[in-house]
T-cell receptor, first 114, second 114 residues
Framework: AQSVTQPDIHITVSEGASLELRCNYS??????LFWYVQSPGQGLQLLLKYFSGDTLVQGIKGFEAEFKRSQSSFNLRKPSVHWSDAAEYFCAVGLNTGGFKTIFGAGTRLFVKA | DADVTQTPRNRITKTGKRIMLECSQTKGHDRMYWYRQDPGLGLRLIYYSFDVKDINKGEISDGYSVSRQAQAKFSLSLESAIPNQTALYFC?????????????FGPGTRLTVL
């Protein structure tokens, strides 16, 4: 069965430090991969997506993610975290199975300390 | 103005009551979705609609029903609310002309069933 795993329920980093959020997926075919961010009291917003081509994808707000087929991973990174990055981050897999659907991971909550 | 709106934003109700959550969008998208979000579980798909005449159950449709009144409107109903339906509910839309089906989320409705 298709699934998305985000191993870290929450992560705390210092402002200015680098960030990596992990995501692993289980899907037999070529995946469509997404990272969404949910700020407090807000809906989800797309950060970036991958569906083909260069495996290093640039997104908004200085985020990037790298698709590694051999590891079934799509980890999100940012070189220097800002306090405004504190939010919940969701990895998702898009499935094209007679209609496009998205499966979300459970999310990783990011805390940023001064 | 927001592209995807949800009403109400917050609702407290009692067990057994019928509740309707409404979603409207101005993006002109054909596809609309209802998700619920529970802590530690991420987003789970309740129902989705690929056009006005197409309604599909998601992974957790029991206890819910939907109505696609128009391209722009997609309502979620709880016929007889129960406490374990207390959650944050999101509506989302996507445009089927995009292969990667980016979803655009509303701000959410926080529902509490007492």
């Amino acid at each position: 069965a298709q699934s998305v795993t985000q191993p870290d329920i929450h992560i705390t980093v210092s402002e200015g430090a680098s960030l990596e959020l992990r995501c692993n997926y289980s899907y037999g075919a070529t995946p469509y991969l997404f990272w969404y961010v949910q700020s407090p009291g807000q809906g989800l917003q797309l950060l970036l997506k991958y569906f083909s081509g260069d495996t290093l994808v640039q997104g908004i707000k200085g985020f990037e993610a790298e698709f590694k087929r051999s590891q079934s991973s799509f980890n999100l990174r940012k070189p220097s975290v800002h306090w405004s990055d504190a939010a919940e981050y969701f990895c998702a897999v898009g499935l094209n199975t007679g209609g496009f659907k998205t499966i979300f991971g459970a999310g990783t909550r990011l805390f940023v300390k001064a | 103005d927001a592209d995807v709106t949800q009403t109400p934003r917050n609702r407290i109700t009692k067990t057994g009551k019928r509740i309707m959550l409404e979603c409207s969008q101005t993006k002109g998208h054909d596809r609309m979705y209802w998700y619920r979000q529970d802590p530690g579980l991420g987003l789970r798909l309740i129902y989705y609609s690929f056009d006005v005449k197409d309604i599909n159950k998601g992974e957790i449709s029991d206890g819910y029903s939907v109505s696609r009144q128009a391209q722009a409107k997609f309502s979620l109903s709880l016929e007889s609310a129960i406490p374990n339906q207390t959650a944050l509910y999101f509506c989302a839309t996507s445009d089927r002309t995009y292969i990667t089906d980016t979803q655009y989320f509303g701000p959410g409705t926080r529902l509490t069933v007492l």
